[in-house]
């Protein structure tokens, strides 16, 4: 029982810490941290809002037109408006799709396991197919800790066995 709860624990303190750097780095400016520094310009961290404006002026006029055809699908545009997606990719996000907090639902059930799963039912509103996705996750990761597992005994009691 003892190990369980300190990997729970272990895991938990991870997170926690990889939370605060993340935080603390979040709200440092960045030209605080290279003011000074040979071989790196400034510039890169400061952010051009004219640059970017033209950057998405093409995603802009795409998110346009499917809020004023909501039933639009990518095929209906490459048809009628080909310029539109003319630099989209038809495939679908690899990872299966938003889940909850914009993480996948199959690395909530990966990494948090039955948890990960109660909470993906939960925060999607009963979505049956998110669940399940979670559900591929949790099973996933079971098996890999199992074949780790595996490995690591099959190997401590290999070198058990050959220094006798």
């Known amino acids: 029982m003892k190990k369980p709860i300190l990997k729970t624990i272990s895991m938990f303190m991870a997170f926690a810490l990889l939370f605060v750097q993340t935080q603390v780095y979040a709200h440092a400016p960045l030209t605080d941290k290279f003011n000074n520094v040979p071989g790196v310009d400034d510039s890169v961290f400061q952010l051009d809002e004219a640059s970017l404006e033209v950057a998405m002026a093409d995603l802009n006029k ?87 597992n595996f490995v690591v005994f099959a190997g401590a009691a290999s070198a058990a066995s050959s220094s006798y």
């Open 62 to 148: 795409l998110d346009s037109y499917l809020q004023q055809h909501q039933d639009a699908t990518y095929q209906d545009v490459a048809k009628n408006n080909a310029q539109l997606v003319a630099n989209v990719s038809p495939i679908a996000a690899p990872a299966g799709g938003d889940g909850p907090l914009g993480i996948p639902s199959f690395l909530w059930g990966c990494v948090f396991g039955v948890i990960g799963i109660l909470l993906v039912y939960l925060m999607t509103d009963n979505d049956m197919d998110e669940t399940k996705k979670a559900l591929w996750g949790c099973l996933t990761g079971v098996g890999v800790a199992l074949i780790l």
